[in-house]
């Protein structure tokens, strides 16, 4: 006979070993682990309860027990004491215990045997085993139920060391897919393991997409003259001499689009010194690099639309002021007219830099009044027509053209900028036609045309940036600081207006202004 029962709970225990390496759900296990107990003893009633973190301790499993009346059972446990010492005082503890909470749960409860979940020195619960009839439980139970309650302590470590990494996983996962950078987690060969959702946003390439492929193949960093950075300096494989593990270059996206990414690569490294993961923080650079292009671009236009306007009035000057020339009047008044064209040229030029500032700065203000951009047209034309002899411009509006609310100052800039580069890009001559038409939903539309270089597709936005200018032979021989561009757009939009181009290379540029109608 006790052969046999002792097969039957070895039996139970390798059934709840099982399920423990199997599974970690906690509730499952304790289930379990409470049936067999209950069965192996001949109980008709069990409970497990468990330590929570506010101190107390809590029912997490039962058999044979109303759920409505557990809490009813917290005597049992409360201030349980079962030090050795103490043992035999806390068995005859727990039993009064019991009489009182089976009266106060209505549930006939004679007997009960228990013993706490231990993890080392520390009590992380209880379990409880109870007959409705019967004799009481024997020594001999005691030591049956404390093979279960460490199987149940077991579990309940095994369970909560596992929702700690899980939880732990969740936070990192959670971390790494809501980063404003990008993040990608690599092999120590370069797979790629991770890639979040800023990664995916940044070069338009999906996480399906690039895990398992070799990070060198999907993101491929160019330098500036083409020469692969991930095969020739990648720090992962070519460590450099610093130690700084970070490599930058440029990624062609699948749509054309070109961006500038700085990876740093943080290796993982175990006990044994070997490199198990590596993280690495990928950021787009593509702003800052452009805006350090566009300090270095300001610094040339400085330096040279500024310094040249500066040289001839100097030269002139000191031509004029020589005290061994006596120069006739005709000659004084040429030069003197070449440093005052000049000087304007220099103020025209200082004037856009400090305009350019303000509009960054969101300076912008407009004295506004109503604008007969008929007119305006027509005097932008007549004043410029006068600059050239290769070039025909003409002015076309309908009668009765209505008004625009504006700035006329900042206007009539934005007509002598647009028809100023129709006249300098144009360098063959042809005609400049300004046109003004009415278009959709109130507006007053007003085109500037030419049959000059053009703009290439690709450029048709960027133009519109401060400082930036079309990378072409005409345009680096053609002096100009590329900002009238970035002015006429922000005037005509401060006006509550828009401006776009349709050009192509060689087939001449059009430029489209749209203002709202003014109403009285």
């Not at 004043?383 to 003409?394: I, R, V």
Request: charged share 20%; net charge negative.
């Amino acid at each position: 006979m006790l052969p046999d029962f002792r097969l039957r709970q070895r039996e139970y225990l390798l059934e709840i070993s099982r399920a423990m390496t199997a599974r970690l759900d906690l509730s499952s296990l304790l289930e379990l682990t409470l049936q067999s107990a209950v069965e192996i003893l001949a109980g008709q009633a069990g409970l497990i309860t468990l330590h929570r973190q506010d101190g107390s301790f809590a029912p997490y499993a039962s058999i044979g027990l109303p759920p409505t009346t557990l809490a009813l059972f917290e005597p049992l446990w409360h201030d349980l004491n079962f030090g050795s010492e103490k043992s035999q005082r806390a068995t005859a503890d727990i039993s009064l215990r019991l009489a009182l909470a089976s009266q106060a749960a209505g549930v006939i409860l004679r007997q009960v045997v228990a013993l706490p979940l231990e993890i080392g020195e520390e009590v992380i619960g209880y379990i409880f085993i109870f007959r409705t009839r019967g004799v009481g439980f024997s020594n001999n139970d005691q030591q049956v139920l404390s093979a279960f309650a460490n199987q149940a302590a077991i579990a309940v470590h095994n369970a909560r060391l596992y929702q700690e990494v899980s939880a732990e996983h969740e936070r990192l996962t959670a971390i790494i897919e809501n980063s404003g950078d990008g993040v990608m987690i690599l092999t120590p060969d370069r797979l790629i393991q991770t890639w979040n959702k800023a990664l995916s946003h940044l070069t338009g390439i999906t996480a399906e997409e690039a895990i398992g492929r070799p990070c060198y193949t999907l993101l491929n960093l160019r330098t500036s003259q083409g020469l692969s950075v991930c095969h020739t300096t990648c720090p992962i494989t070519h460590p450099p001499t610093d130690g700084r593990l970070s490599a930058e270059g440029i990624h062609q996206r699948a749509d054309g689009l070109a961006i500038t990414l700085a990876d740093n690569y943080s290796p993982q490294i175990n006990k044994e010194g070997r490199v198990t993961q590596i993280i690495a923080n990928v950021r787009d650079m593509t702003r800052l690099r452009e805006a350090e292009g566009l300090k270095q671009t300001l610094l040339s236009v400085i330096s040279h639309e500024l310094k040249t306007p500066v040289s001839i009035i100097k030269g002139y000057a000191g031509t004029l002021a020589r005290q061994d020339a006596n120069w006739d009047k005709a000659t004084l008044a040429d030069g003197l007219a070449v440093i005052e064209e000049e000087a304007d040229h220099l103020d025209r030029l200082i004037t856009n830099l400090l305009e350019a500032s303000r509009l960054q700065a969101g300076g912008l203000k407009l004295r506004l009044s109503y604008v007969d951009l008929a007119d305006l047209a027509t005097l932008a034309v007549d004043n410029l027509q006068a600059t050239t002899q290769s070039h025909t411009l003409t002015v076309s509006f309908p009668e009765d053209f209505p008004l625009v609310l504006g700035d006329y100052e900042r206007l009539r800039e934005v007509l002598t900028n647009l028809i100023g580069n129709a006249i300098k890009y144009s360098p063959d001559g042809g005609q400049i036609k300004v046109i003004g038409e009415l278009g959709k939903n109130e507006t007053a539309r007003l085109t500037v045309s030419d049959q000059g270089i053009g703009i290439p597709t690709a450029d048709h936005e960027r133009i519109f940036e401060r400082f930036y200018r079309v990378d072409n032979g005409l345009a680096r021989q053609t002096p100009g600081t590329g900002l009238g561009l970035f002015l006429v757009k922000a005037v005509i939009e401060a006006h509550g207006g828009r401006v776009s181009v349709k050009s192509a290379p060689g087939k001449g540029s059009l430029f489209l202004i749209e203002l709202p109608i003014a109403h009285e």
